[in-house]
């Protein structure tokens, strides 16, 4: 496939996600908190990759179903992402002032409304999936299906569980399952949602089902190896000091429990593996591997 | 009606709660975050009123549904509710050591574990309710419209905006306009959700959620100005002030706003509207009529 029908997918996928986001937050100049929508809006707006909803979109293509009628979900992904990056940030988390090189939203509006602007996008979510406004021409077991996916990849037993890991685990000896079972909560959940989502939204059967789930899993991990590499190298240019070395900071990645060539390895066998379950959709998933290689040899 | 039929109806109610709340929160002994799950339940535990899930319940009830199959519903208001009292106490917002006679869950579990968990209790409320294996023989647009009204109630343009409005015009001039606005999102928004509920998940038609929905918002307006009332009593006592001269604590209420008399009187009207609106259920709302007398008489 060229090259060109790749960028020209994602960047349809991008400008809807981009354009459609804003549009399913709250608006309302004369409510009494209309700051609050301010607050959710700028923990929204663009900066980060938007790989969530894309994957929605583009499994919602692959399996044949509308992509339109799938924004809304898109975006209800992207705001459950944006909430736990205002939560992470807070003080008593990561104490972040500075998030996508903008000042954090505790930073710029305060503590106690960054917490309920976190609050209100996660709640945001639900109402955006389950209002009728925006379910129109979606089977009802459809729309449950997807909400549930999100419900139940985004809480106790899937990321807000995987952020406990590493709390609890902070300062701690860790090995490669703990960090596992602590990524596939915290990034890999969302991922591999994202992508069931956009399969349950087409009417996709089990068969696909479970091999978009598998792939977003893989994919998940392979994303957060990498990210660990990118900000080992980021940190080792920092400090002239070779790459990997920089374990002491308090949590364990990929690499500081294996170092920068496995991981290295990790990822790309994680890339195969997320590739290898795309079989099933045979050349309609031709998007998808170019998009999996990029996210294996991105530079930031 | 007696009030043995009372008695007895509230207490299933609410025995089915207590029984049934923490079958509905997460366990797994051998998960890496059973904290988590430990701080949930903490935060659940026995101690309220839980009188969103009781009204939920018994609006089923009353409209001739399966009170079995409200239960994951009712539940999952109680979840919005606790997620919301352990968000609320955490030091950026009210900073409360205690909750309910014990250590608040910050004060327990430390401030970063508590913002996780209200996260996951919010989340939890969804999965709950969107799980396949709690919706088994409710048709899919009632679950749709019920989780829709939950989602609908708890965020922006209700609870957590009523919060907002709450802390922006803390130690500010303010009016009964606005602190009606606050109130109708902070407390009457989930009060009226769970009425509203109950009647979706019991097939209920338009006229009958609107009555349930207006008698909601009545009682949930009535319920914080006696919480008001109590509030300014136990203050004056404990001070050996009368009562309602406590307006300096920064935040206003009904009776700092009123006094106590206008206060009380107000608080009569909107139980006797909430009776009204009753009138559409007859004689089957009986306990809902004494329920909400109760509601208003009741001390603390």
Redesign the interface.
């Known amino acids: 496939m060229g090259n060109q029908l790749y960028n020209q997918v994602l960047n349809i996928h991008l400008a809807a996600v981009e354009e459609t986001l804003p549009k399913y937050l709250?608006k309302d100049d004369q409510?009494?908190?209309k700051?609050?929508?301010e607050i959710?809006a700028y923990a929204c707006e663009a900066g980060g990759k938007r790989i969530r909803p894309i994957l929605t979109l583009e499994f919602c293509r692959v399996c044949g179903g509308d992509t339109a009628r799938a924004l809304p979900f898109a975006c209800a992904i992207e705001m459950v992402h944006s909430?736990s990056l205002v939560?992470d940030d807070?003080?008593?988390?990561d104490n972040s002032p500075v998030r996508r090189g903008r000042p954090s939203a505790h930073a710029a509006y305060?503590?106690?409304?960054a917490?309920?602007a976190?609050?209100?996008l996660?709640?945001?979510a639900?109402?955006v999936m389950?209002?009728?406004a925006n379910?129109s021409g979606l089977p009802?077991?459809s729309?449950?299906?997807a909400?549930?996916e999100l419900?139940?990849a985004?809480?106790?037993?899937g990321m807000?569980?995987?952020?406990?890991?590493d709390?609890?685990y902070e300062n701690k000896p860790i090995d490669i399952d703990?960090l596992e079972?602590?990524q596939l909560?915290k990034t890999a959940a969302l991922i591999e949602a994202a992508c069931v989502i956009g399969c349950h939204l087409a009417g996709a059967g089990e068969e696909k089902v479970s091999a978009a789930r598998e792939y977003g899993r893989q994919l998940g991990l392979a994303f957060q190896i990498v990210d660990d590499i990118l900000d080992a190298t980021a940190t080792a240019e920092q400090l002239g000091k070779p790459v990997g070395s920089d374990a002491e900071h308090g949590k364990a990645t990929y690499v500081s429990l294996l170092g920068i060539e496995a991981a290295e390895k990790l990822a790309e066998e994680r890339t195969e593996n997320a590739i290898r379950s795309l079989e099933v959709f045979k050349d309609k998933a031709d998007v998808l591997r170019e998009f999996t290689y990029a996210l294996l040899k991105r530079k930031k």
Chains 1, 2 share one sequence.
Not at 90 to 93: S, V, Y
Not at 110 to 113: A, I, R, S, T
Not at 154 to 157: I, L, P
């Open positions: 709250p409510a009494l908190q700051l609050l929508y959710m909430y939560h807070l003080p008593c988390m305060g503590e106690d409304m917490l309920l976190g609050d209100a996660l709640n945001r639900f109402e389950l209002d009728p379910r009802s077991e729309v449950l299906r909400a549930f419900a139940d985004s809480g106790a037993g807000v569980g995987g952020q406990v890991i709390i609890l703990v079972k602590l909560g």
